[in-house]
Structures are given as structure tokens and as C-alpha cells.
């Protein structure tokens, strides 16, 4: 507390900002990356878009002044070069700092000069690229295996806490259609999973 003023003053504190991805549902390495926080957003979906980001906007509105953001790499905290600077932006302009573990670059509301935005501008291109090139691989993978006759496709399965957050949607109303859509898994895949605890039928 500030004598005299009566003001209590902030304790800095470090948070992490972990999201899922299409190919990879485990948070494990993510976490082990980042190292120890006081605090951790996690993005149990893989969204597209900032609204499907809950976990994003609730650690942007969290955070403050001194406080610290560290993100395994930037391709987990944006999907996309201009999203990754708006992003970063925001986070700063609070007085916050960004710390991105893979690129080991910081960025804060001092990271003001030329070269700083151009590393940012840099790598976030290049993780954008990366992104790009895994996408493709995989569709040509598929193309040649299906030409071979031998793909078929596989089933995504849910992580725990997935089934937990479908499961708690689902109680609250939202269709199963809806919820397998947005877990962008197959709706026969979302009943088997919701009926190994509940006698739950499909009727949508």
C-alpha cells in the first residue's frame, strides 16, 4: 500500500495463454515449455476466429501493468500475422510485456523500435508460413492415400476436459450438432462419448 494515499498497489504477476490446435489436443508440452506462472489461461477449443477465444480475451482483460504474458510460440496465441500484431498490441498497450518461449523474444510497451517490429513482423510471418506448409502437407497426404485406397479418415477424439465443457454445454441447452460442430468432431462421436457417464440419446 502506497503510504499516505490509502492505494493498494499491484502485485506483478506472471499468466500463461495455452491454446489447443487442430493436430495437437495436449497442453502438457505447452505448460512444460512456459514454466512456472501464478496464472493460466487455457483455450480448451481450437477456434478460428477471436470470438471463439474466451481464454484470450479473459487474459487480455486480467492482465495489467507490470504484468508478464508468456505464450509457448505465436502461432499459439494467433493464427495469423495481422491478428498476432493486434493481439500483442493490446497486451502491451495495458503495460503488460509478451513473452514468446520458442522465438525467445519479448515484447512490451517499450518494444517501440524499428527492430523490434520487425523481428515480430518476421517470425510471426514465419510461423504463419509454417502453419501454411503443415496444412498442405497433410492434404497432399491424404490425396495420395485415398488415391491408394487407403485412407478412410479418423475419428478426433475429446480430451477430459472437453467432454466435461461439451457435456456442461449440452446442460445448458445448446444442440449436439452445434457442440460437435464446434469441437469439430463427428455428432456420433460426441453421443458416445456423452453417453459412457449418462443414458443420453441422439434426438437433436
Do not use: W
Amino acid at each position: 500500500m502506497c503510504e499516505g494515499l490509502g492505494v493498494v498497489q499491484h502485485k506483478t504477476q506472471a499468466v500463461a495463454y495455452v491454446r489447443v490446435s487442430s493436430t495437437d489436443q495436449n497442453l502438457d508440452r505447452q505448460l512444460e515449455a512456459i514454466g512456472d506462472v501464478d496464472r493460466v489461461f487455457q483455450e480448451k477449443v481450437s477456434g478460428g476466429s477471436r470470438t471463439d477465444r474466451s481464454a484470450l480475451t479473459e487474459c487480455i482483460r486480467y492482465v495489467r501493468d507490470g504484468d508478464v504474458v508468456r505464450v509457448a510460440s505465436m502461432d499459439r496465441l494467433a493464427r495469423s500475422l495481422g491478428d498476432l500484431r493486434d493481439v500483442v498490441d493490446e497486451i502491451t498497450n495495458k503495460g503488460a510485456s509478451v513473452v514468446f518461449v520458442k522465438e525467445q523474444q519479448t515484447y512490451s510497451r517499450d518494444t517501440d523500435d524499428a527492430i523490434g517490429r520487425l523481428m515480430l513482423n518476421l517470425l510471426g510471418a514465419f510461423a504463419e508460413f509454417e502453419r501454411t506448409l503443415i496444412r498442405e502437407r497433410q492434404r497432399e497426404g491424404i490425396r495420395i492415400a485415398r488415391a491408394a485406397g487407403k485412407y478412410k479418415g479418423r475419428a478426433r477424439k475429446l480430451t477430459d476436459e472437453q467432454v466435461l465443457e461439451a457435456r456442461r454445454l449440452v446442460d445448458t441447452g445448446v444442440p449436439k450438432a452445434a457442440v460437435a460442430r464446434q469441437f469439430g468432431v463427428e455428432r456420433t462421436t460426441l453421443y458416445r462419448v456423452l453417453a459412457t457417464d449418462h443414458d443420453s440419446e441422439p434426438g437433436l
